[in-house]
């Protein structure tokens, strides 16, 4: 079956960079396409990017100087990597599957807390 | 980028009820491929999100038919019919038709 998993440290300090992992299962990277996903505490959830299954990259524009995401297909990995944080980056990190059939998010991973703070 | 107006924010209901709620785009979500992407989730507390409805009125996988979408262009409706227990928390729509894909702020389901 279908599974994500992320992975990353719970606290990062101000202006550091953020590395966070998504391990999938059950899916080919080289044939399905997976995005980051967020959700600052107590708010609402925003897109932040994605790596098609070509390995082709978008990014959501309002981080997109601050923000990339990578793979390793061998080890079934979706990596994310965003500098500069600050406190208002704090949020649950979710990792996602765009579904071939359904044209959306249909499998996610479990997400990662992430608190920026010194 | 689209904007994804949902209400009500916050929807009471009573076990065993109804409810309904509306997820309005600010521009048409009909593809260029005559599909239209708007899809619903369920968020319960502590939990990732879980795709309820796909392309505006499929039901996902081992989701029950009490849960139905509808709608067009740009107004869309999600019901839920017969609330039980486990239909409570926090719902979003999401459009994935226009880049980048954006979701509705959100609709809390509590009881009455």
Partial sequence: ?118 | DVVMTQTPVSLPVSLGGQASISCRSSQSLVHSNGNTYLHWYLQKPGQSPQLLIYRVSNRFSGVPDRFSGSGSGTDFTLKISRVEPEDLGDYYCLQSTHFPPTFGGGTKLELK
């Fill in chain 1, 1 to 118: 079956q279908v599974q994500l998993k992320e992975s990353g440290p719970g606290l990062v300090q101000p202006s550091q960079t953020l590395s966070l992992t998504c391990t999938v299962s059950g899916l080919s990277l080289t044939s399905n396409s997976v995005s980051w996903i967020r959700q600052p505490p107590g708010k609402g959830l925003e897109w932040m990017g994605v790596i098609w299954s070509n390995g082709g990259t978008d990014y959501n524009s309002a981080i997109k100087s601050r923000l990339s995401i990578s793979r390793d297909t061998s080890k079934s990995q979706v990596f994310l990597k965003m500098n500069s944080l600050q406190t208002e980056d704090t949020a649950m990190y979710f990792c996602a599957r765009i579904g071939h059939t359904t044209g959306g998010f249909d499998y996610w991973g479990q997400g990662v807390m992430v608190t920026v703070s010194s």
